[in-house]
């Protein structure tokens, strides 16, 4: 469950929010979100791996490291994709290091494979290894939202992987139909030379195939090759382009100053506010306002739920960060992720529903305010003739205040 379904929780009944939310700040405290669970879920991945390829020799006894480089390739053809799916886990894992959400899909439909994979070679530790590979899938789609990232070292990996395992599919390939070529493929270095000349599409003619089998084969490495590489430049310029052609964001030094999140009347009527009386504030909203009554080096756009977004605002020196958002889960969220920057900044939640007044008191705000609350109460009160006092508006105004 991600942070802001923490705070989802908190609106159910009962005590099992209050735990969550507990746990939450545990893992505040060991700094979890700087390696939980993208480098366990690595290890886990790299891990299952070397199990793979380590059981596909297992079963192949005859198969020994001394005899290299003749006999270790000496596998039976249905165990050559058990043995890329091994290799892809293990590179894969260093693509989840990064948090790379294409690490994580690839991640997921290799797991997906070994689960059926250790099902047909796994024999006597089938149970074991399926229970692993089965753990760790759930594992990988229930941190879905934390593999997020889409980079150029994303590119670049998703390239380098791609080229690795088709190099090794028509190396593997053109050393087991070795014969079926002319003049025949005998030895490790000559089917290397044939794959990375099918791969380029070079052919030079001075290896060919000669049977339905090995054409086809030749085949499948050409037409591989041309998709890795059109995929490759996708992968690796796509990121590169956006990154030259995003303009620069004016980084401004901020201190001091007031921060209002949320894109409500109220929010922008407390701007507008701040800056009558010349105080210096920072509105951070979801999307640009279509309006242009906004100070473009006010305004910071993007998901305050985000600690880099309160970063960006400078939510670590602020005097004063004011959650006024319509929803008021994303309200409490956003103060937790304040509190997370340990600043010296006040926390500010305006109510928009006086029944989740005790849950929000949960996440421990300097100040609660409720408008909406009080002016529907008010409303009711003057057309049933009920005597309004400044002590009243106060009181119901400020519904919680943290001294």
Do not use: C
Not at 192 to 215: E, W
Not at 283 to 292: D, I, N, R
């Amino acid at each position: 469950m991600n942070d802001k379904g923490v705070v989802h929780w908190l609106w159910r009944p009962g005590r099992f929010g209050r735990f969550l939310l507990t746990a939450r700040r545990g893992g505040q405290v060991v700094r979890a979100r700087y390696w939980f669970p993208h480098i366990p879920l690595a290890a886990a991945l790299a891990g299952a791996g070397y199990l793979l390829v380590s059981l596909v020799y297992a079963l192949q006894k005859h198969v020994l490291l001394s005899d290299f480089p003749h006999h270790i390739f000496d596998l039976k053809p249905a165990s050559m994709p058990y043995v890329l799916i091994g290799v892809a886990m293990l590179v894969m894992s260093v693509g989840l290091l990064f948090r790379s959400r294409f690490a994580w899909i690839v991640a997921v439909v290799l797991t997906t494979s070994m689960v059926l994979s250790t099902a047909i070679l796994g024999h006597g530790h089938r149970s074991g290894l399926i229970s692993y590979d089965g753990i760790l899938l759930v594992a990988l789609l229930l941190s879905y939202a934390r593999f997020d990232r889409t980079s150029l070292a994303a590119g670049t990996l998703f390239a380098l992987t791609s080229a690795l395992l088709l190099l090794i599919y028509a190396t593997f390939g053109s050393l087991y139909l070795g014969n079926q070529f002319s003049p025949p493929i005998k030895d490790l270095v000559t089917s290397l030379y044939y794959s990375v000349v099918t791969m380029s599409t070079v052919g030079y003619g001075d290896i060919t195939p000669k049977t339905v089998n090995a054409r086809f084969f030749a085949i499948s490495v050409m037409v591989l090759g041309l998709a890795v590489f059109a995929t490759s430049v996708t992968a690796i310029a796509g990121p590169m382009i956006a990154r030259l052609s995003k303009p620069k964001e004016k980084r401004m030094k901020r201190t001091n100053h007031f921060i209002v999140i949320g894109a409500t009347p109220l929010a922008y009527n407390t701007y507008r506010e701040f800056k009558k009386r010349n105080q210096p504030v920072v509105l951070v909203m979801p999307q640009a306002p279509t309006s242009g009554d906004i100070d473009p080096e006010d305004l910071i756009v993007g998901d305050a739920n985000s600690l880099e977004t309160l970063r960006r605002a400078g939510a670590d020196q602020a005097q004063a960060v004011v959650a006024m958002r319509a929803d008021d889960s994303d309200n409490a969220f956003i103060v937790l992720a304040v509190k997370e920057l340990k600043g010296k900044a006040r926390t500010v939640i305006a109510i928009n529903d006086s029944k989740h007044m005790e849950r929000i008191k949960l996440v421990q705000p300097d100040i609660v305010i409720a408008p909406e609350v009080l002016g529907g109460e008010m409303l009711a009160m003057v057309l049933s003739g009920e005597e309004i006092t400044t002590d009243f508006v106060l009181q119901r105004f400020f519904r919680g205040v943290r001294t």
